[in-house]
């Protein structure tokens, strides 16, 4: 337990994703089976035990401690397992610390009930950093700043294999992983998975690059682009799935094999047939035209869905591939092959929330680029390019399939306030939100319009944040605000990738993927963009 | 225990060196604490003897000072009383001219401010700390100062002085303050360099007192290679060493801007700086930095999270809640007056106790930097 509750203490506080894994890395090569296993599982959350609310804790903390003290320490720390850990007052003669395969593999098997008495018997055996990792885990949710995808990542440095090999074994395998374990250490061969409805590690596609930046030999030439060796398709703005079907087990995977599931009943139930589908996941508007990106992102953030929801904005497949069908594997198939298997089989499916991405047709790659540049609708993000004979391959192989997207847009907005950001960059401003010009009846003002954390190298940083400290106004919090006038201000050229209506921000405008394209410290501030400039995006 | 009972002991009698003070008070047939030691905005004054302890604003005629730290120790008194060290501490950090005159305490030497035996003891918080006693008329009053009860490489521990009334700080005075043992802490700074032998390890420390006893700690571990430390720190290293204390290898932690290749030879190593200092361009120059951070506020890891502190060492100067609670049952005074810090629960404390207990909200003993 004293080793998992050092690693997430450590994870909590690490902001590196390459520093993430190393902790985790030597956390797998220093810890033993089962622990190892059930410390991935709870990182994963993967970890099904009987949780404790944490009003129960609460209760226990003040039959021991005085209501009064608990409280001024509870309002000073502003988190209850942390106040709990820290406070918990030591018992003489407690047990033993428990490690944490004892912890989980005891709980698991006990009532909710018993789980607040033997959280208050380990509360006593453990010390304060203990007593917080049992406490995070016991009330569900670690939150330690690390995704399945991560910890999953982890594990494959540690075994030196490619995270897809543990991805497509993961929904086949139980905690504590043993038989995983084993493999990565290299004492038994790789497990073979009997489970049902397993993830497929996807194929992935390269941006397709402009002359510039093209390196290496297999960047493609988007002149050389011909219809005779590459289908074109539409980049839908969705989020990219696999939905498995196999036998009654039906199952929606992001592309990083997260189960989505339980956030999508109405897509799973209409997933009646024996296939496995490569699609993107999108929510319809109640008259049918498909929602916005913000309104998925809704959808996907829930652990369940209302059925008020599921009317409102049902969700729906739109396919690319197929990778099996019955008991037969497609994906050695050419696309060429697959597609046609594809076609055959969404118009037999007898629903409304699978349909078929269509290909593109297009004479030369001139006529590409028009498509790219000006797509038809806006829930399009650009075209996709796949070679007619490849194979469905797991990973990014070259030379195969291209993502071209269209441009991004690009304004010139103004700054205006400024947050320091989190972990590393806390001792920067590096948090920026801008504006652009709105006329008033008492003449032209900033509106605030989005706010970008990244897009600049770490010396545009810097000088960003010499500024933001040289021309404050203002301070509330962690927050700034700067100089930002017609006379003066630092105009931030900004891009990103689309914008919506939204009644939840301020402005009524949501911005998305938006970062600091370039620093125009040549620019005057009363030459940036104007709110109309952003209206007529809308409308396109 | 040193109870160097002997009046005037060093130098000059304390009436020509400590500035002047009224004549006899007048003696009350009832004597309040209040007559000895009362709280005003400048501080704690002593009216029979006409000083002030730790006074909060600069510029009093006569200041006790318990110890070195810059919300106690001010600069631009008339006369100051301290330990040999804490004065010392001062004309490093102020100059020679930090006061009118000095006069030297040593631990357990009483000195006669008018009516009031003033005697300081040590308080274990930084070398030289103390504790402030004073007499008169049969009355003991104990101003702690800043204090810690655990063990210390860089400074005398604690003693427990019998009072009739014991003024506590209260910095850490909430039961979410338990600090754990040193060398786990230290330990898991080593282990750190072991995991991420790559990156530089930047380590703030308040540069009197934490850093020293840090880098001693440090050493106590094993750790015998190089220690660099941030300009800031140099004199008060020194010091630790004229007094004393030996330091083990350091070496200034200085880097010309842009040279990246230079920067190499940090990788790997222990960079103690000033708190302040981990948040500047300066510790970008350092490569890829695990910021560290040695306070008793890295208990919370909240408080270490909003800080960007990515490896927090609980290493305080201060009693936390055991030694606070512990340090006044064993002291078992018939008051306990609480000074700077959260004197709202350790009064509370004293509440469920049965003891009595007065919260004197002092204010100006504000910890800038963290201890
Ligand atoms: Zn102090
Ligand atoms: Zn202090």
């Not at chain 1, 969700?315 to 069908?325: G, K, P, S």
């Amino acid at each position: 337990m004293q080793a998992f509750a050092a690693l997430l203490e450590r994870l909590v506080l690490t902001p590196s994703r390459n520093a993430k894994l190393q902790l985790i890395c030597d956390y797998l090569r220093h810890t033993s089976d089962p622990s190892r296993g059930w410390a991935l599982a709870a990182i994963t959350g993967d970890l099904d035990i009987p949780s404790v609310k944490p009003a129960a804790i609460r209760e226990l903390v003040v039959s021991r401690v005085d209501p009064i003290l608990f409280n001024l320490s509870y309002k000073y720390v502003g988190d209850l397992a942390e106040t709990i850990s820290l406070l918990w007052p030591p018992r003489p003669g407690a047990n033993r610390a428990p490690d944490l395969a004892e912890v989980i593999e005891t709980l698991m098997e006990s009532t909710k009930a018993q789980g607040v008495k033997l959280v208050e018997g380990w509360l006593d055996a453990l010390d304060s950093a203990g007593r917080w990792a049992l406490l995070k885990f016991v009330t569900g949710g670690l939150r330690v700043g690390v995704s399945a995808r991560l910890a999953r990542q982890a594990a494959a440095d540690f075994g030196k294999v490619d995270v897809a090999e543990i991805e497509e074994l993961w929904h086949g395998m139980a905690p504590p992983y043993l038989g995983l374990f084993a493999w990565l250490e290299g004492s038994a061969p790789k497990p073979v998975s009997s489970a049902l409805a397993l993830f497929r590690s996807p194929m992935l596609a390269h941006p397709l690059l402009s002359k510039a930046e093209r390196l290496d030999a297999h960047d493609l030439n988007p002149s050389l682009i011909s219809p005779a060796d590459f289908a074109a398709e539409w980049k839908w703005d969705g989020v990219r799935v696999q939905l498995v079907s196999d036998k009654s087990v039906r199952r929606l995977y992001t592309r990083n094999g997260d189960d989505i599931s339980k956030a999508f009943p109405d897509l799973l139930e209409a997933a009646d047939f024996d296939a496995a589908l490569d699609g993107e996941l999108l929510v319809r508007t109640p008259e049918g035209g498909v929602a916005s990106f913000n309104e998925l992102q809704q959808r996907l953030n829930r652990k369940t869905v209302s059925p008020k929801q599921m009317i409102d904005r049902p969700a729906m497949l739109r396919a690319y591939d197929i990778l099996q069908e019955g008991s037969e594997d497609l994906r050695p198939c050419s696309f060429h092959d697959r597609r046609r298997r594809l076609e055959r089989f969404v118009v037999s499916l007898d629903t409304n929330r699978i349909d078929l991405s269509p290909l593109v047709p297009f004479s030369g790659a001139m006529e590409l680029e028009k498509l790219r540049r000006s797509p038809p609708t806006r829930d399009i993000e650009g075209v996709m390019l796949k070679r007619w004979d490849a194979p469905y391959l797991a990973g990014r192989p070259a030379g195969l399939w291209y993502k071209w997207k269209r441009d991004a847009f690009l304004i010139d907005a103004v700054l205006m306030y400024a947050q320091r950001g989190h972990g590393k960059r806390s001792r920067f401003y590096s948090d920026f939100t801008f504006g652009v010009w709105r006329s008033t009846p008492e003449g032209d003002e900033l509106a605030p319009v989005g706010k970008a954390y990244f897009g600049f190298t770490d010396r545009e940083l810097v000088m960003l944040d010499k500024y933001v400290r040289d021309h404050t106004i203002e301070r509330f919090g962690p927050v700034r605000s700067v100089t930002a006038n017609k006379h003066q201000g630092l105009v931030l050229e900004v891009a990103f990738e689309g914008l919506q209506r939204s009644p939840r921000h301020k402005s009524g405008l949501a911005m998305r993927f938006p970062r600091i394209h370039r620093i125009r410290w040549d620019k005057p501030a009363r030459d940036a963009d104007r709110m109309e400039a952003l209206e007529s995006l809308l409308a396109v | 225990m040193h109870f160097i009972r002997a009046k005037h002991e060093i130098g000059a009698p304390a009436s020509e060196e400590f500035g002047e003070w009224p004549a006899r008070a007048h003696i009350c047939s009832m004597i309040r604490p209040e007559d000895l030691l009362r709280p005003t905005p400048k501080g704690l004054y002593c009216p029979p003897g006409d000083f002030y302890i730790d006074p909060v604003r600069s510029g009093v005629d006569r200041a006790v000072v318990s110890h070195g730290h810059s919300d106690h120790a001010r600069p631009g008194h008339g006369a100051v009383l301290a330990t040999p060290e804490t004065l010392e501490a001062m004309s490093v950090r102020y100059g020679e001219a930090f006061a009118g005159s000095r006069q030297l305490a040593p631990y357990g030497a009483i000195t006669c401010i008018g009516d009031v035996d003033v005697r300081l003891v040590p308080a274990g918080h930084v070398m030289g700390s103390a504790q402030v006693e004073v007499k008169w008329k049969g009355l003991t009053m104990v101003c702690t100062g800043d204090y810690k009860r655990r063990a210390d490489p860089t400074c005398r521990p604690f003693e427990v002085i019998p009072c009739n009334i014991f003024i506590s700080e209260a910095t850490f005075a909430l039961p979410v303050f338990r600090h754990p043992d040193s060398p786990g802490e230290v330990a898991k700074l080593l282990a750190s360099i072991r995991a991420f032998p790559d990156r530089a390890h930047l380590l703030g420390a308040y540069a009197f007192g934490k850093a020293q006893r840090v880098i001693r700690e440090i050493r106590d571990a094993g750790y015998s290679e190089t220690i660099y430390i941030h300009g800031a720190m140099k004199a008060l290293c020194d010091m630790y060493e004229r007094l004393g204390v030996d330091l083990g290898p350091l070496e200034p932690a200085t880097l010309e801007k842009k040279q990246r290749s230079e920067s190499q030879k940090f990788a790997g190593k222990i960079i103690i700086c000033p708190p302040s200092a981990s948040s500047t361009t300066w510790a970008q120059l350092f490569p890829d930095p695990v910021i560290a951070f040695a306070s008793g506020w890295m208990n919370i890891r909240q408080r270490a999270k909003a800080g960007g502190i990515e490896l927090p060492l609980v290493l305080s100067d201060h009693a936390d809640w055991d030694e606070l609670t512990n340090t006044v049952r064993e002291v078992n005074p018939e008051e306990l007056w609480v000074t700077h810090g959260r004197d709202d629960a350790l009064a509370r404390w004293a509440e469920l106790e049965g003891r009595r207990a007065r919260p004197l909200h002092l204010v100006g003993h504000e910890d800038e930097t963290g201890e």
